[in-house]
């Protein structure tokens, strides 16, 4: 049990030196090497606890996933929102993601890192994926349980065939069309208005 718990607060050191390395040296330039020489590792040592940057990437990308639900979550709980419809709730949740992706350029700079022409459910190492797996489901239930809501309060008057798809399959168009709007300065802004906002008026029904 110490064994195990030495080793996650090693882990944990190591993840928060890449954040930081991440944050101010970029993707680039942020290697393997560097982080253990920064923390006073020999280099071969590291690949006990993490094989490759990548690893080490969706274990920060996860904590960005899970720190933007929490602030949501949150949010949600204020007196104010109790009354908001579910399709209100819905447009907070993306408008508010589109905030959070500015605030922290790094969060789309990992997805687009991440998204290698081999998946990472092949590469990466089975607690590497369930952590990936854990913070995707997360964020699965949230948008669903807006969907749900929603349709309950009939404020989407669309008709949805499956929930689950329609949730999923609209997020992840829209975190790829956010992760480009972040990441390139010329990009239209008009693009993600039209977008989102065509989006939720053909569920509202508009």
Same mark, same amino acid.
């Given at each position: 049990m110490? *064994?195990?718990l030495?080793q996650q607060l090693?882990?944990? /050191?190591i993840?928060k030196? /890449?954040k930081? %390395?991440?944050? $101010?040296?970029g993707?680039q330039? /942020? +290697?393997?090497?560097?982080? &253990?020489k920064e923390? =006073?590792?020999? @280099? =071969?040592n590291?690949?006990?606890y993490?094989?490759? *940057?990548?690893d080490?990437?969706?274990?920060?990308?996860?904590? #960005?996933t899970?720190?933007?639900?929490s602030?949501?979550?949150?949010?949600? *709980?204020? !007196?104010k929102? %109790?009354?908001k !419809?579910?399709m209100e709730?819905?447009r907070?949740?993306?408008?508010?993601l589109?905030?959070? @992706?500015?605030?922290?350029?790094?969060?789309?700079?990992?997805? &687009?890192?991440?998204?290698?022409?081999?998946?990472r459910?092949?590469?990466?190492? %089975?607690e590497?994926?369930d952590?990936?797996?854990? &913070?995707?489901?997360?964020?699965k &239930?949230?948008?669903?349980?807006?969907? $749900?809501q929603?349709i309950a309060?009939?404020s989407i008057?669309? $008709?949805i *065939?499956?929930? +689950?798809?329609e949730a999923w399959s609209?997020?992840v168009?829209?975190?790829a069309?956010?992760?480009n709007?972040?990441?390139?300065?010329?990009a239209?802004m008009e693009?993600?208005? #039209? #977008?989102?906002n +065509?989006y939720?008026?053909?569920? $509202?029904g508009?």
């Open positions: 110490l *064994k195990e030495k090693v882990k944990d /050191t993840i030196e /890449t930081r %390395q991440l944050l $101010e040296k993707l330039k /942020t +290697t393997l090497r560097g982080i &253990a923390l =006073g590792m020999a @280099f =071969g590291i690949y006990y993490f094989k490759s *940057k990548a080490i990437a969706d274990m920060v990308w996860a904590d #960005y899970h720190d933007y639900l602030i949501f979550i949150e949010k949600m *709980k204020e !007196t929102w %109790q009354s !419809t579910g709730k819905l907070f949740y993306y408008l508010n589109y905030s959070y @992706f500015k605030a922290n350029p790094l969060y789309a700079d990992l997805i &687009a890192f991440l998204m290698g022409s081999k998946p459910s092949v590469r990466a190492p %089975q590497i994926i952590i990936a797996d854990a &913070a995707r489901a997360a964020i &239930a949230v948008i669903i349980d807006l969907y $749900e929603a309060d009939g008057n669309a $008709e *065939k499956n929930v +689950t798809l609209f997020n168009a829209y975190v069309l956010i992760i709007l972040t990441r390139y300065d010329d239209d693009l993600h208005d #039209y #977008y989102i +065509t939720f008026d053909r569920l $509202e508009v």
